[in-house]
């Protein structure tokens, strides 16, 4: 399967009638594998940040994370795999394989653990899969 069907099948599934806003695949050198029609354009700073908060959990709890010019407040995740943020009504969950990090970005009615859920699981099957 190519990435963008990692992306347009598991990552952009339906989870009781919700789908992500939006979602991508970046490689751990920060190069975009695949997006979304709706994933915003990341700056490298907002890759390098989040990169960074792999390496040392806890970098982006001072600024937020930040996707697409957006501030997320950065809400409990799992260090050095997972990190999540909230923003309004919505969020995101970013996970960290391997090889890759897999973005997803929700509004309501999705909720953020319809969001963990579709992102952690794809992520958990590359990990598993040696990805």
Not at 79 to 108: H, M, S, W
Request: with cysteine; glycine share 14%.
């Amino acid at each position: 399967m190519s990435w963008q069907g990692y992306v347009d099948d598991h990552l952009m599934c339906d989870v009781e009638g919700h789908t992500l806003t939006s979602a991508a695949i970046y490689g751990l050198d920060g190069s975009l594998w695949a997006k979304s029609e709706k994933f915003p354009e990341l700056k490298s700073e907002e890759i390098t940040a989040v990169l960074e908060d792999f390496i040392t959990p806890g970098h982006l709890a001072p600024t937020g994370l930040h996707l697409g010019g957006s501030k997320y407040m950065v809400i409990q995740g799992e260090p050095g795999a997972v990190i999540r943020g909230k923003k309004g009504p919505g969020g995101a969950c970013i996970k960290k394989t391997g090889q890759c990090v897999l973005f997803g970005i929700y509004d309501e009615p999705m909720n953020p653990g319809q969001c963990n859920l579709v992102v952690e699981r794809l992520g958990d099957y590359l990990i598993d899969n040696g990805f």
